[in-house]
């Protein structure tokens, strides 16, 4: 029998240095990090990090947009210990208080007649839930997914994501078809919008007929596209491509994982700004301030089409569960849509004046609520919107010398996505804007 090493830490090396030698030794090496010398976090309250080091740094990524509310947050803590100490685990084999709580709190805030949830642990498992849900429902195979899309990293989901980079194996899964995105800054049609007469959602009708049976079983898409770099759709999008996929007897998947519980600012549920409710939506994330928590949510007819045996040994555990339900009272309690709507703008505000300072390197600047993007490129002045993945490596590391944490999408690893936690205050943006220009100004953009 093979004995285990435990490691310890060598003399002659830093905390930093000996944490990240073992993760080289112990963890899969496709596991990815940001900067140049990985970043080791040991603590978080509220919307500041703390590393080996003991330097601060101000948060403004959230763990890719899943600490919601906060490190920390006292309030969630407080139910989190309080629900350990009574029952943490059971599996779905018997109903308890917790996940019954969770499922009426999510149906009286979704959109729509959405009301029957399903638990899972991830965000990947709430979209392969609801992939399963359309196709029982429908009795069809075929999905629509949309390019630049991400599920996540099983079969299936690296199926439906439409990021080569992203992708470990070919697309094995031969029902899945990926409709033109809505990327209005890099148009494939080579148009603008509004004149554009958006294009790309009647491009589905094109795709149905030529690339399926031309019977479907639905389409999945996020309202904002999140690891593609959020990109927004224009208003209409939606009601022209769901028309489309439900003429052609399709369900609307509406992928939330990202852009739930007030994030877009304004409105609970991201695809609420666009005029559509779907018949089947996806949320993890965000919905337990960094629990691992899935939650696939349908109407009760294409709920009931499961009809075979189903359970979820950790999807809906206790301690998940109550954890969601006391992150969505803050959410209501602080009425965080409206809270995000206004600080949202002030970001934005800023961004959009960076981008007039920094106009070469800035090709764009989108984003809704506290979900806001930077598109990095060679020279928006001369035209040249090449992908400037180098400078985006640059900013990284500039932000951070600085104590400012952001991430990165886009298919060529060039947009900087901004997305703090949702009780961040107007001077922690002011302070992140400040450390934003100093950076660009330090690149000599």
């Known amino acids: 029998m093979?004995?285990?090493?435990?490691?310890?830490?060598?003399?002659?090396?830093?905390?930093?240095?000996d944490i990240v030698r073992r993760q080289k030794e112990f963890l899969f090496p496709c596991v990815?990090?940001?900067?140049?010398?990985?970043?080791?976090?040991?603590?978080?309250?509220?919307?500041?990090?703390?590393?080996?080091?003991?330097?601060?740094?101000?948060?403004?990524f959230g763990g890719i947009l899943t600490v919601s509310i906060g490190h920390a947050n006292e309030r969630i803590n407080r139910a989190v210990k309080a629900q350990m100490d009574?029952?943490?685990?059971?599996?779905?084999?018997?109903?308890?208080?917790?996940?019954?709580?969770?499922?009426?709190?999510?149906?009286?805030?979704?959109?729509?007649?959405?009301?029957?949830?399903?638990?899972t642990n991830s965000g990947t498992e709430a979209d392969e839930t609801a992939f399963m849900l359309a196709q029982l429902y429908t009795g069809r195979q075929e999905i629509i997914a949309l390019r630049?899309?991400?599920?996540?990293?099983?079969?299936?989901?690296?199926?439906?994501?439409?990021?080569?980079?992203?992708?470990?194996?070919?697309?094995?899964?031969?029902?899945?078809?990926?409709?033109?995105?809505?990327?209005?800054?890099?148009?494939?049609?080579?148009?603008?919008?509004?004149?554009?007469?958006?294009?790309c959602a009647r491009d589905i009708e094109e795709l149905i007929r030529t690339t399926t049976t031309g019977k479907i079983a639905g389409f999945l898409a996020e309202p904002i596209q999140g690891v593609a770099g959020f990109i927004v759709p224009p208003k209409k999008y939606f009601q022209i491509a769901v028309e489309i996929v439900r003429k052609h007897g399709g369900v609307f998947i509406c992928d939330e994982v990202q852009t739930a519980f007030g994030r877009t600012g304004?409105?609970?549920?991201?695809?609420?700004?666009?005029?559509?409710?779907?018949?089947?939506?996806?949320?993890?994330?965000?919905?337990?301030?960094?629990?691992?928590?899935?939650?696939?949510?349908?109407?009760?007819?294409?709920?009931?089409?499961?009809k075979a045996l189903s359970i979820s040994t950790f999807g809906g555990n206790p301690v998940c569960c109550t954890a969601a339900s006391?992150?969505?009272?803050?959410?209501?309690?602080?009425?965080?849509?409206?809270?995000?709507?206004?600080?949202?703008?002030?970001?934005?505000?800023?961004?959009?004046?960076?981008?007039?300072?920094?106009?070469?390197?800035?090709?764009?600047?989108?984003?809704?609520?506290?979900?806001?993007?930077?598109?990095?490129?060679?020279d928006e002045t001369r035209g040249d919107r090449t992908p400037n993945a180098k400078a985006?490596?640059?900013?990284?590391?500039?932000?951070?010398?600085?104590?400012?944490?952001?991430?990165?999408?886009?298919?060529?690893?060039?947009?900087?996505?901004l997305a703090p936690p949702m009780l961040v205050t107007e001077r922690e943006i002011d302070e992140a804007l400040g450390i934003i220009g100093e950076s660009f100004t330090a690149m000599k953009a």
């Open 2 to 17: 093979k004995t285990a090493k435990i490691s310890k830490p060598h003399n002659e090396m830093s905390k930093t240095d």
């Open 32 to 60: 990815a990090h940001y900067y140049e010398k990985p970043l080791v976090l040991v603590e978080g309250k509220g919307t500041r990090v703390k590393d080996t080091d003991g330097t601060i740094l101000l948060d403004f």
């Open 86 to 119: 009574k029952l943490g685990h059971v599996s779905t084999l018997y109903p308890t208080e917790p996940i019954v709580v969770l499922a009426e709190m999510l149906a009286k805030i979704a959109p729509g007649r959405l009301q029957q949830s399903f638990f």
């Open 148 to 199: 630049y899309g991400y599920s996540g990293r099983t079969v299936l989901a690296q199926a439906l994501t439409a990021h080569s980079t992203w992708r470990a194996l070919p697309t094995q899964v031969a029902a899945v078809k990926h409709a033109v995105s809505p990327y209005c800054y890099r148009c494939p049609f080579k148009l603008k919008y509004p004149s554009c007469d958006l294009a």
């Open 266 to 306: 304004g409105k609970m549920f991201g695809i609420e700004h666009f005029g559509v409710e779907p018949e089947i939506m996806t949320m993890a994330k965000g919905i337990a301030n960094g629990m691992p928590l899935g939650a696939t949510i349908a109407t009760p007819e294409v709920a009931d089409s499961i």
């Open 326 to 378: 006391e992150t969505l009272r803050i959410v209501l309690d602080e009425n965080i849509p409206a809270r995000v709507e206004k600080l949202g703008r002030r970001l934005r505000d800023g961004l959009d004046a960076l981008k007039q300072k920094y106009p070469r390197i800035i090709g764009d600047v989108r984003g809704m609520g506290l979900m806001q993007a930077m598109e990095l490129v060679e």
């Open 392 to 417: 985006t490596l640059q900013f990284f590391e500039e932000t951070r010398k600085r104590g400012l944490l952001v991430g990165k999408g886009g298919l060529h690893g060039n947009i900087v996505r």
